[in-house]
């Protein structure tokens, strides 16, 4: 079994910054991780994927050139780097495991895993 906690979210100014983390507890050694998101009234949407080694990642486009997922192995723990924040960024982030046997990573039923979630509001 696989926990998952979100942590690092809050309330940021139209360009400004914030860093998420995700603690994972249970093995998580091989799985592919990822950030969702989900705002008031519309559905669930891919943000980011990382593969196990580090070496495969995925953007939305919509994120692309201004977050940044990483990951510590040694940490179990995934973090998503949130660089020029915009007002339509805000959304409650969620993230998730895929204890694999997928090839595609940017939908949430690719995920076996999701921690609670933590609320992202960007002011404009």
């Known amino acids: 079994q696989v926990q998952l906690v979100e942590s690092g979210g809050g309330l940021v100014q139209y360009g400004g910054s914030l860093r998420l983390s995700c603690a994972a507890s249970?093995?998580?050694?091989?799985?592919?991780m990822g950030w969702f998101r989900q705002a008031p009234g519309k559905e669930r949407e891919f943000v980011s994927s990382?593969?196990?080694?580090?070496?495969?990642?995925e953007y939305a486009d919509s994120v692309k050139g201004r977050f940044i997922i990483s990951r510590d192995n040694a940490k179990s723990t995934v973090y998503l780097q949130m660089n020029s924040l915009k007002p339509e960024d805000t959304a409650v982030y969620y993230c998730?495991?895929?204890?694999?046997?997928?090839?595609?990573?940017?939908?949430?039923?690719?995920?076996?895993?999701w921690g609670q979630g933590t609320q992202v509001t960007v002011s404009s």
């Open positions: 998730a495991a895929s204890g694999g046997g997928r090839t595609a990573f940017s939908t949430p039923g690719a995920y076996d895993y």
């Open positions: 990382i593969t196990s080694s580090g070496r495969s990642i």
């Open positions: 249970g093995r998580t050694f091989g799985y592919v």
